[in-house]
């Protein structure tokens, strides 16, 4: 079994804020968030010439640009 530790760092209260509004817009917690960072580190420690590539986005112009009839796109 192994235990759980708290890690305490210095931050500017502005990052502080943002990061915690940018978590949460994301419905996401920052503790969250942050343990999924630090896992990111290691495993490129791990495979550090793999590349793991997250593509998001909320624009339309792949809608209105398809070839598809009217109404369908």
């Given at each position: 079994m192994t235990k759980r530790v708290v890690m305490r760092i210095k931050v500017a209260d502005s990052l502080r804020h943002h990061f915690q509004a940018?978590?949460?817009?994301?419905?996401?917690?920052?503790?969250?968030?942050?343990?999924?960072?630090?896992?990111?580190y290691v495993w490129l420690a791990e495979e550090p010439k793999s590349i793991d590539l997250i593509v998001t986005s909320n624009s339309c112009w792949h809608s209105e640009h398809l070839d598809a009839p009217d109404g369908q796109s």
């Open positions: 940018a978590a949460w817009r994301t419905n996401q917690t920052p503790s969250y968030l942050i343990r999924k960072m630090m896992m990111g």
